[in-house]
């Protein structure tokens, strides 16, 4: 009999390099995106004649290219130092996974100083060697990406801008990076200014320059002739009408290129890009929620659950409509369920906040009552199936 892999090991693929669409993979071409790389170059340069640059603070949605570009600049700027023998060292943090000031030292220490162990050691006494790092007359660059994950981030930036203070010779820069647009007004008022010197906005990519992206990428990822015309115009209306969003669009392309696959087809299409949005949208989504912070992610479980239970709402008007909620019977709920896990409950104020967010990522679309419901006030619905964003946040709190 033979071997059940023998058919996957022998199956052909009309992919060239499948790793060249995933979304880990950053693009050594980045179009549109000319004037924001000449930006961040501008900038950075100045490490290069032994002055500290400008800390930079870079925002817009997600997929919109921030991460590609920042890893892009920061390559060319330390291939072109190492080469003239420039002191400039470069780090890259992912804040998703190092969420507090403690963590992200401890990231930058470890890969500046490779063969010690920081760990157990106090904040104070892992800034003290980064720092010391600096004094040897070194610009060091931190890329800190999707910072409003770090939960102390007033302490951390302020610790780290303030190094440059007491530094003769060396500096310190911070290139801070996020998706939520709202982040900044979070922050300490003197955060802001020492982060924001510089800022930077991506926009959202239209549909004609997702097509190009895709239509570069496509020819690098799949073999020649193998992907059709309606599979990258598909892919791109469908990603420009959704947010503009590049990595939508590449995974679009991913996925109905497996599924091509799958049924042996010899060429992607429109159809298995259409099949492909389902599975894409519920990955993208589970991905946001997962990153959300744990108060917020109880925030949509409340709004989720209530979804599931309330009965569908009855207008003045006489017409009823499923899944609408008051803004305060959520907090009401919400509340209930935080303090039945026994965490610290936010305030209204900052349930105000996460709600404009959860709208901001898509999440959930809000109005205020107006025509047709007594008083006024703010009406909230799921952006998507309440069972699934319920079980998901469930699985994560378990996990
Ligand atoms: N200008 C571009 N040209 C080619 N590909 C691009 C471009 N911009 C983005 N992409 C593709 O989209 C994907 C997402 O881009 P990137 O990770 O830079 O987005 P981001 O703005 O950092 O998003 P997020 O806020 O979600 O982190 C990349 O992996 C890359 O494949
Ligand atoms: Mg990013």
Redo the contacts with the bound molecule.
Sequence with gaps: MDNIFEKEFTRDTIFLDRNLIT?H???K?????DAHIKQVTGILANTLKGQKADNIFIY?K????????TKHVMEQLLNFASGKNIPVLGNYVNCRNHNSKYRVLIKIAKDIYPEENFLGFSAAFVYEKIVDFARKGKQLVFVLD?IDKVKDLDELIYGLTRSNDELQTGGISIIG?S?NLMFKDRLDPRTKSSLCEQELV?PPYNASELTE?LQ??STIAFKPGTVDVSAINVAAAIAAQESGD??TA?MLLLRAGEIADTKDSKIVNDVDVKKAKKIVEEEIIFNMVSTLPEQQQLVLYAIAKLSLEKKPMQKITGETEEGILFSGEIYDEYCKISKGLKETTISARWYRQYINELEMYGLIYSTTSGKGFKGQTRLIKLGFEAHKIKNLIERELAG
């Design positions: 979304p993979y950053t693009p071409v980045l179009p549109f995106r817009g997600t997929g919109t290219g921030k991460t590609s570009v999707e990076i998706n991506f992206i570069q990428r590049a990595r590449v």
